[in-house]
T-cell receptor, first 115, second 113 residues
Framework: AQSVTQLGSHVSVSEGALVLLRCNYSSSVPPYLFWYVQYPNQGLQLLLKYTSAATLVKGINGFEAEFKKSETSFHLTKPSAHMSDAAEYFCAVSVPTGTASKLTFGTGTRLQVTL | DGGITQSPKYLFRKEGQNVTLSCEQNLNHDAMYWYRQDPGQGLRLIYYSQIVNDFQKGDIAEGYSVSREKKESFPLTVTSAQKNPTAFYLC????????????FGPGTRLTVL
């Protein structure tokens, strides 16, 4: 079975600083990987996804993530944080085998952006 | 605009009562999902449906029931058998069960009084 681990349940950065949210995955077959963002009391919005094409994936709002098979990682980065980036971020994995594309989510990382 | 709607946004229930959460999508998606979200636990899958008139249990189906009589609708009933129903419930859909990208509704926050 596949799983993801998000290191750090809370991350705080200053506005304009680099954002780095960590995600490591476990999967017996090449996975699909996702980052979602959730604002308070709202649903999840897809930021970006890796589906075995380019290993550096660019998403919305200036975020990007790099798939590193050797490190089983899919960390999310943004060069310069903005106050509007404050939210909870979820990493998720699925395994594209037949109809089994069920998403397994990490426990989330809450990003705080300070002035 | 295409999307997923969930209603109500907030729901209060007395202990021992069943309650039904609505989920509707106009994306023409075949697959639909229900998740439960608790602080610090991420999202856990309750039920999913690949096509109309078919659904399967997810990881935490006990105390919940669903139906899928129409393609666009996937209501979730929280029964009195669910011991700790207070949570945020999210509905999602995808083009098909073999297509990986899921789209989420705005959620329903259920509180048991």
């Amino acid at each position: 079975a596949q799983s993801v681990t998000q290191l750090g349940s809370h991350v705080s950065v200053s506005e304009g600083a680099l954002v780095l949210l960590r995600c490591n995955y476990s999967s017996s077959v090449p996975p699909y990987l996702f980052w979602y963002v959730q604002y308070p009391n709202q649903g999840l919005q897809l930021l970006l996804k890796y589906t075995s094409a380019a290993t550096l994936v660019k998403g919305i709002n200036g975020f990007e993530a790099e798939f590193k098979k050797s490190e089983t990682s899919f960390h999310l980065t943004k060069p310069s944080a903005h106050m509007s980036d404050a939210a909870e971020y979820f990493c998720a994995v699925s395994v594209p085998t037949g109809t089994a594309s069920k998403l397994t989510f990490g426990t989330g990382t809450r990003l705080q952006v300070t002035l | 605009d295409g999307g997923i709607t969930q209603s109500p946004k907030y729901l209060f229930r007395k202990e021992g009562q069943n309650v039904t959460l609505s989920c509707e999508q106009n994306l023409n998606h075949d697959a639909m999902y229900w998740y439960r979200q608790d602080p610090g636990q991420g999202l856990r899958l309750i039920y999913y449906s690949q096509i109309v008139n078919d659904f399967q249990k997810g990881d935490i189906a006990e105390g919940y029931s669903v139906s899928r009589e129409k393609k666009e609708s996937f209501p979730l009933t929280v029964t009195s058998a669910q011991k700790n129903p207070t949570a945020f419930y999210l509905c999602a859909s995808s083009r098909s069960y073999s297509y990986n990208e899921q789209f989420f509704g705005p959620g329903t926050r259920l509180t048991v009084l």
